[in-house]
């Protein structure tokens, strides 16, 4: 099993402040001038992050859910750690994933479980899925 961190964000510069509100400004400029995200630690225990429009692109990009779903065929089948990578993948980022993606991603399971299920290496882990 691969071990990730708990906080993924942590290497991050960070910045505590008291009102947002009052330094939005001056944080969003800061955020797009060095085109990095900054953590911002609120004095009440809140904690966000701003970044730059552009690194969510590749995940806004329709071919990131093709990838995903070539990932996941690729796995399939397979008797090394990649399918539990994939799978962990996945579920730790389904929130950016549409109903298309998700409604495909079934369906290969599905279909893939019909016609190869007794040569499955991990069944119990694309029936969960």
């Known amino acids: 099993m691969m071990n990730?961190?708990?906080?993924?964000?942590?290497?991050?510069?960070?910045?505590?402040?008291?009102?947002?509100?009052?330094?939005?400004?001056?944080?969003?400029?800061?955020?797009?001038?060095?085109?990095?995200?900054?953590?911002?630690?609120?004095?009440?225990?809140?904690?966000?992050?701003?970044?730059?429009?552009?690194?969510?692109?590749?995940?806004?990009?329709?071919?990131?859910?093709?990838?995903?779903?070539?990932?996941?065929?690729y796995a399939m089948g397979r008797n090394t750690c990649m399918p539990m990578v994939v799978a962990d993948y996945i579920k730790r980022h389904i929130q950016l994933l549409d109903d298309k993606f998700l409604v495909l991603a079934a369906d290969k399971i599905r279909r893939y479980l019909e016609d190869y299920a007794e040569h499955e290496p991990n069944p119990n882990l694309w029936h969960a899925f």
């Open 4 to 73: 990730y961190e708990a906080n993924p964000f942590q290497d991050y510069e960070s910045i505590i402040i008291d009102k947002p509100e009052d330094q939005a400004n001056s944080l969003l400029n800061l955020v797009t001038e060095e085109q990095r995200p900054l953590r911002v630690c609120m004095n009440n225990g809140k904690e966000f992050l701003l970044f730059p429009q552009d690194l969510l692109a590749p995940i806004c990009d329709s071919d990131f859910r093709l990838i995903l779903l070539s990932a996941m065929r």
